[in-house]
Nanobody
Framework: QVVLVESGGGSAQAGGSLRLSCAVL????????MGWFRQAPGKEREAVAL??????FYSDSAKGRFTISQDDDKKTMYLQMNNLEPEDTAMYYC??????????????????????WGQGTQVTVSS
């Protein structure tokens, strides 16, 4: 069982920055797809950014503002969020798949393609 632990959420003003971290505990394939998702109240969980070996993928809302990265040993994943907007307010989750390929960020049912989830960290952006 892969355990994921997020940290780094909090409050920020519009235009500000936050950095989320996801620690991967126990064994996990370094070549598998991992990603950040978010869920705002009353909305479905959506993919924000995905990463695998030699590839990163972003939602339209994250492009140009968010950056997903991992440590060389793939034990920690990050989401650097810049130029935050109130619409970014949500619970953010890191997730890991058993697959070595990443689905399209907009793939229907993408949540079901990820096998392991963290407990989430809240991000609140005020205007």
């Amino acid at each position: 069982q892969v355990v994921l632990v997020e940290s780094g959420g909090g409050s920020a003003q519009a235009g500000g920055s936050l950095r989320l971290s996801c620690a991967v505990l126990d064994y996990y394939s370094k070549s598998a797809c991992m990603g950040w998702f978010r869920q705002a109240p009353g909305k479905e969980r959506e993919a924000v950014a995905l990463t695998r070996v030699h590839g990163t993928f972003y939602s339209d809302s994250a492009k140009g503002r968010f950056t997903i990265s991992q440590d060389d040993d793939k034990k920690t994943m990050y989401l650097q969020m810049n130029n935050l907007e109130p619409e970014d307010t949500a619970m953010y989750y890191c997730a890991a798949s058993r697959q070595t390929w990443c689905p399209l960020v907009t793939a229907p049912g993408i949540v079901r393609l990820f096998n392991y989830w963290g407990q989430g960290t809240q991000v609140t952006v005020s205007s």
